[in-house]
């Protein structure tokens, strides 16, 4: 399988504990996005990269949040002292260049408790 | 700010029958907009998009989409769905042609076929 892959893709944490999401994109993406689902809402935009270099952030990436892609090739998403509030599909997706299609992975599902 | 409305949150269809799934969006300038669809445990799947030329824009599966500047729509239509249809459809709207960055969604229309 050469598409978007997420790991885990199901995690359940304790409020207040940190977790880290990883990313593994289609071979030589070099964007790659970050998106958060919640129950009954559309995807909402957080980050994104281009190769290692993260170009933006929405405001929804509190202080609490953290990406990186630190080689540009897989990503990963740290969410640290985790609130319910956080629970929500944790969904990735690359494309090759700017323009092209982005093709989105099958997401983790966060379960804050 | 831009944004993406849905109106219907579930829609139902017999099977063999025509749809329409209703999209008006809000946009400051020349819009980009998506459809996609995800069906459970999948991730989103890009159906269509349009950014310019022609108003009528055909996709995957069958989907057609039509943008009308006027309205503020991009509805999608399907003559004929198949069982295989039902899923969650995603409207949605970007500043560019293509990628990923900051788009936003709307809230999604759960499709349901009957038989």
């Known amino acids: 399988d050469t598409g978007v892959s997420q790991d885990p893709r199901h995690k359940i944490t304790k409020r207040g504990q940190n977790v880290t999401f990883r990313c593994d994109p289609i071979?030589?993406?070099?964007?790659l996005y970050w998106y958060r689902q919640t129950l009954g809402q559309g995807p909402e935009f957080l980050t994104y990269f281009q190769n290692e270099a993260q170009l933006e952030k929405s405001r929804l990436l509190s202080d609490r949040f953290s990406a990186e892609r630190p080689k540009g090739s897989f990503s990963t998403l740290e969410i640290q002292r985790t609130e319910q509030g956080d629970s929500a599909m944790y969904l990735c997706?690359?494309?090759?260049?700017?323009?092209?299609?982005?093709?989105f992975g099958q997401g983790t599902r966060l379960t804050v408790v | 700010a831009q944004s993406v409305t849905q109106p219907d949150i579930h829609i139902t269809v017999s099977e063999g029958a025509s749809l329409e799934l209703r999209c008006n969006y809000s946009y400051g300038a020349t819009p980009y907009l998506f459809w996609y669809v995800q069906s459970p445990g999948q991730g989103l799947q890009l159906l269509l998009k349009y950014f310019s030329g022609d108003t009528l824009v055909q996709g995957i599966k069958g989907f057609e989409a039509e943008f009308k500047r006027s309205q503020s729509s991009f509805n999608l239509r399907k003559p004929s769905v198949h069982w295989s249809d039902a899923a969650e459809y995603f409207c949605a709207v970007g500043r560019s042609g293509g990628g990923a960055d900051g788009l936003t969604f709307g809230k999604g229309t759960h499709l349901i076929i009957q038989p």
């Open positions: 997706a690359s494309s090759l260049v700017a323009e092209t299609e982005a093709f």
């Open positions: 071979s030589e993406h070099n964007r």
